[in-house]
T-cell receptor, first 111, second 115 residues
Framework: GEDVEQSLFLSVREGDSSVINCTYT??????LYWYKQEPGAGLQLLTY?????DMKQDQRLTVLLNKKDKHLSLRIADTQTGDSAIYFC???????????FGTGTKLQVIP | NAGVMQNPRHLVRRRGQEARLRCSPM?????VYWYRQLPEEGLKFMVY????????ESGMPKERFSAEFPKEGPSILRIQQVVRGDSAAYFC?????????????FGPGTRLTVL
């Protein structure tokens, strides 16, 4: 079945690295995503990873995928106050675009 | 190229009224998705449409909710006889034809409040 879980809250100091974790249950996931939602706004796609990859790096963002444990993480290097937002992990299954979202992790960056 | 547009951004309705939410996909996009976000929760898939066709409405409540994406004009999510539990943010996303994965672009959402 489809179920994506995340911790609800993370607090880090400005300049430190943030690691947001996610677990999913459907082993047939094709794509896994990270979205960012700022207050009162829609979702911004940050990055995604194909399920046959282990890692993807994009500037300050590093995505790690452990298929065996069905664990996905997003590392933000040199976290800035502008990174404060809710981060959603999401998965899509097969060739279909239906996306299942986690409950979101609220990242608070302390100056 | 304008992004996905949704209107209204905020909508207030009394119980029993109808709510109509509109979504204009990005130019060239023919796939539209509607999601609902309840307070303090993630997004839940509602319906996936292509032009003039409903592809998957498995996330849509069986009663009172309907969606369309006509050949011309925006996609419409319609909620009849709204109840307080319908209060949520409704997000639309669009993607171009023939691809999947990285291409769902979200609108800013419509925040529905039912009094």
């Amino acid at each position: 079945g489809e179920d994506v879980e995340q911790s609800l809250f993370l607090s880090v100091r400005e300049g430190d690295s943030s690691v947001i974790n996610c677990t999913y249950t459907d082993s047939s996931s094709t794509y896994l995503y990270w979205y960012k939602q700022e207050p009162g706004a829609g979702l911004q796609l940050l990055t995604y990873i194909f399920s046959n990859m282990d890692m993807k790096q994009d500037q300050r963002l590093t995505v790690l995928l452990n298929k065996k444990d069905k664990h996905l993480s997003l590392r933000i290097a040199d976290t800035q106050t502008g990174d404060s937002a809710i981060y959603f992990c999401a998965e899509s299954i097969g060739g279909y675009q239906k996306v299942t979202f986690g409950t979101g992790t609220k990242l608070q960056v302390i100056p | 190229n304008a992004g996905v547009m949704q209107n209204p951004r905020h909508l207030v309705r009394r119980r029993g009224q109808e709510a109509r939410l509109r979504c204009s996909p990005m130019k060239g996009h023919s796939h539209v998705y509607w999601y609902r976000q309840l307070p303090e929760e993630g997004l839940k898939f509602m319906v996936y449409l292509q032009k003039e066709n409903i592809i998957d409405e498995s996330g849509m409540p069986k009663e009172r909710f309907s969606a369309e994406f006509p050949k011309e004009g925006p996609s419409i999510l319609r909620i009849q006889q709204v109840v307080r539990g319908d209060s949520a943010a409704y997000f639309c996303a669009s993607s171009p034809p023939g691809r999947y994965g990285d291409t769902q672009y979200f609108g800013p959402g419509t925040r529905l409040t039912v009094l």
